[in-house]
């Protein structure tokens, strides 16, 4: 059971417009979700996270927006630029009264910004 | 649905004793990797392995740490003498082609050292 789906396996855009990455989940227990950035040869390293009692959380070109109602979450990256070309996974994890478990990672989506 | 699956779910072991952390990966996949999160950090790579052989590895991945695919669906990491900041969750995942491919993530095995 998929419980964190990236539908799109790949994304491509143009440099300078905005890249826009979706996330579905069906767990609703998950309260913290991440998205991780990995390059080839690489492995995941994490970009920007988001807790379910926010519906948005910025940092720099990147935005993460949270619609637990429809358990959906997006990046967005604007402008794009070259070097954000690369396979973005998104994560989910359940935090209990031990931490973080149940960590569940989407397939990821290959974005590939275009000068 | 395939899926990467880890036992156990949780390891409890004392200081200087060694683990095993046990993975069965996607049956196609040829590619297996180990992830660390350490509890409040952000999940780490640790170490890639292809053909019986480690392709890529991390510098937290040091001689304590050992990784072996003992039979056609197992893949293991081990922990030699495990100390205190080794406490966190392990997940393994697998792809089909390289790291440049979609890697599917196992739940994790959370190890606490005492």
């Known amino acids: 059971d998929q419980q964190v789906k990236q539908n799109s396996p790949s994304l491509s855009v143009q440099e300078g417009r905005i890249s826009i990455l979706n996330c579905d989940y069906t767990?609703?227990?998950?309260?913290?979700f991440l998205w991780y950035k990995k390059y080839p040869a690489e492995g995941p390293t994490f970009l920007i996270s988001?807790?379910?009692?926010?519906d948005k959380n910025e940092d720099g070109r990147f935005t993460v927006f949270l619609n637990k109602s429809a358990k959906h979450l997006s990046l967005h990256i604007v402008p794009s630029q070259p070097g954000d070309s690369a396979v973005y996974f998104c994560?989910?994890?359940?935090?209990?009264?031990?931490?973080?478990?149940?960590?569940?990672f989407g397939a990821g989506t290959r974005l590939t910004v275009k000068p | 649905e395939p899926e990467v699956t880890q036992t156990p779910s949780h390891q409890v072991t004392q200081m200087g004793q060694e683990v095993i952390l046990r993975c069965v990966p996607i049956?196609?996949?040829?590619?297996f990797y180990w992830y660390r999160q350490i509890l409040g950090q952000k999940v780490e790579f640790l170490v890639s392995?292809?053909?019986?052989?480690?392709?890529?590895k991390s510098e937290i991945f040091d001689d304590q740490f050992s990784v072996e695919r003992p039979d056609g669906s197992n893949f293991t990491l081990k922990i030699r003498s495990t100390k205190l900041e080794d406490s966190a969750m392990y997940f393994c995942?697998?792809?089909?082609?390289?790291?440049?491919?979609?890697?599917?993530f196992g739940p994790g095995t959370r190890l606490t050292v005492l």
């Open positions: 995942a697998s792809s089909v082609r390289g790291l440049e491919d979609t890697q599917y």
């Open positions: 392995f292809y053909n019986n052989e480690i392709s890529e």
């Open positions: 994560a989910a994890q359940r935090w209990g009264a031990l931490g973080a478990n149940d960590m569940r």
């Open positions: 049956s196609n996949h040829l590619y």
């Open positions: 988001i807790s379910s009692i926010k």
């Open positions: 767990n609703s227990m998950f309260d913290y």
